[in-house]
DNA sequence: GGGTGCTCTCAGTGCGGTCTCAGCTTCCGG
DNA sequence: CCGGAAGCTGAGACCGCACTGAGAGCACCC
């Protein structure tokens, strides 16, 4: 947690830990860099007011240096700074000042929890296995080859194994963009992917919701 | 959605209608209360600046009601009204006018998911489960075949248990609009369930409330 | 330049789902 | 016991969803 006033580092770090969390604090943007770039946080909470080297600024290196952890903007007041462009500087979420401390906390644990699915390595559905370092999918052991469309499609499905999840959800996790391709292309993919599951035995693995999308479950 | 400018309605309504979110709106505080009181929400979204009864009041009077819903307030930009009474009185987040509407969305979701994880997954009704993830019913263990309607019809009955809920909050709930179909509609989709329910062995579980509605509860 | 694999759109098909209508049954007050 | 209102239900028309095969466009590789 990155802020230059000692009474919001000390009130953040009491509440923040006693939601469970581990805090280390930082005073300014050298410093946050620095540690920052150690890649062994979760979530960074950082102040756009910083003297010398702004928030902004302190994103914008993280970034560029390839740093992806989750970024927490924390603006003051009034509205001089654009949270749009926070968010284009590649944020993930934004907190104005002064801020309920029920948000701040709920919005840390949503990226956490983000952060904690994104970072699983392998995915396991019955005898499916969704690998994701390898980009790899395996069923009972035999390697399924899968063109990258198809993995972040099956990958999307697996990560939320016994629960369906819709086609425009799919778009966005599949293709980044809602308006990127048709729902239709949807059905298309997961037309190959059934064709390949069954081929591997696989058969009812990957179902219909009719209205809504697909889910994966083991039989 | 509160507001009592049109304006503001439609270009929200718009907005987070696509971003997946079902949206109904009110104008004033009397019908805001009326809609909230059904419990049927996932998130409130109330301007303070309301003629009549101010936003204040309203959610003042919902935790008075015992009504949990997540409130996310939204002011004028002028601090003439607090953030802390708000949040004394019970909001969940606050939002100042004139806001970013990623912003405004991100906030949203963050109640939403953190309303999803605590109503998460399965309502139980007696031997009844209905499992919101994957869309999908099921009577003492056996998996219930239901449309996407039939499925939001029952899913609306099963949340409130022994709780009579009336024709007009179904097609609210589970058509989205109170104007898609006529109350008759109602009443056929829940002939069809009741078909279906009772081949499954649950005969007196869906009950008719003459003059209002329908509820569900354990025999 | 031809070949290959991938992506995505398009148009067509079949079927399940949705909803209205009209007539019927049930309920309840008088 | 009667009549009207509320609720129920079978029939049927319409519609849109899910799926599929064909093929165009594209990048990459020999």
Known sequence: ?????????????????AEGMDVVTAADGPSALELAGTGSFSVILLDIMLPGLSGYRVLERLRADGVRTPVLLVSAKDGDYDQADGLD?????YV??????????????ALLRRGADEGAGVLRVGELEVDRGAREARFSGEPLPLSPREFAVLEALASRPGSSVSKDELLRAAWGDEQAATRNAVEVYVGYLRKKLEAAGAGELLRTVRGHGYLVAAP
Chains 1, 2 share one sequence.
């Open 1 to 17: 947690m990155v802020d230059d006033e000692l009474g919001v580092r000390r009130a953040l770090q009491r509440g923040l830990t």
């Open 89 to 93: 500087l590649g944020a993930d979420g």
């Open 96 to 109: 104005v000042k002064p801020f309920s401390f029920v948000v701040l906390a709920a919005q840390v644990k």
